[in-house]
């Protein structure tokens, strides 16, 4: 084997070795993401629940159904997303979870289940533009998704 041929074939032994640890970096990226989804639904729904927190008024139901989609969509789209290292599925996924996170955001908005007043600061507003950062976040990784999705890799 020639030498070019021989540093050839190293880079390409290299790049396959640096692919694979990617690869498995971002597998288990997506797992740590699906356990942090079913963890936060078991706390909101099982134990302790979102009842314990004292912030929360009874309107949150009005919200739940929302806030839970949210959570079980980004669990599934990261579970497929392990198993299945495809650019597009995961763009399509990004999409799915920044449209149903904007439309829980929202829910949010409008219900606003929180009760932060007589802490002697403004924790409404706070929370306001907390939620509206997150509207915004979400169209942006909405419209991010679709470039990706339509132009892939």
């Keep these: 084997m020639s030498q070019p041929q021989l540093r050839a074939s190293r880079s390409t032994r290299t790049s396959n070795a640096a692919a694979r ?12 993401g699906a356990v942090v989804n079913a963890v936060l639904l078991w706390w909101v ?72 007043g007589g802490q002697g600061f403004d924790w409404d507003l706070v929370v306001r533009c907390a939620l509206v950062l997150g509207m915004v976040g979400s169209v942006i990784g909405a419209l991010v998704a679709v470039v990706r999705l339509i132009r892939g890799r």
């Design 21 to 32: 640890r990617s690869d498995v970096g971002r597998r288990v990226g997506f797992v740590i």
């Design 45 to 116: 729904n099982i134990a302790p629940g979102w009842q314990v927190v004292p912030f929360l008024t009874d309107d949150t139901r009005q919200v739940l159904g929302l806030v839970n989609a949210s959570l079980a969509v980004g669990l599934v789209s990261s579970l497929v997303s392990a198993v299945l290292l495809w650019f597009r599925l995961r763009a399509f996924g990004d999409l799915v979870q920044n449209a149903v996170g904007l439309a829980a955001l929202v829910r949010l908005w409008q219900v606003f289940p929180f009760d932060l």
